[in-house]
């Protein structure tokens, strides 16, 4: 295991179904305005990772939304101020219920058909969990 600091992260891929289309929210970076990123955020003192993300979810994207399921977690290392930080963000797949504010944060937010995130500027891990979500929602329509 990695003697590196570990920072504890919950997020939410939120999907909507619109025209028969399955449509995944994005929003965009603060630190890179041209990359999109799964709205994700610290875990907070006595919240649980699933409070977290959907709290991030309704902060970042301004959207409310339902768990449906835990997609796992995902890892990378960060590099910030020259320390390195292993971040663990529990991602959870979730469906739109409604906007409740827009432009939260300045931030940019829109769905996309999974076809459009793959043009995307966005993480690979990003895009790896994007696919996961996706092939889960595609599989439980039937």
Partial sequence: MSNLPVEQ???G????????KIELLLVTSNSNRDRWIIPAGHVEAGETPAETALREVKEEAGVEADILSNLGLLEYIWYH?????????NLYLMKYIKTVV????GR???FFDYEQTKSL????????????????IKSSEH
């Fill in 108 to 110: 940019q937010v829109s």
């Fill in 9 to 11: 992260r919950a997020g």
């Fill in 102 to 105: 827009t432009n939260p944060e």
């Fill in 81 to 89: 101020s020259n320390q390195k930080t292993l971040i663990e963000t």
């Fill in 121 to 136: 500027n966005m993480w690979n891990e990003s895009r790896t969990f994007l696919e996961k979500a996706y092939e889960k």
């Fill in 13 to 20: 891929i939120v999907f909507r179904k619109e025209n028969d």
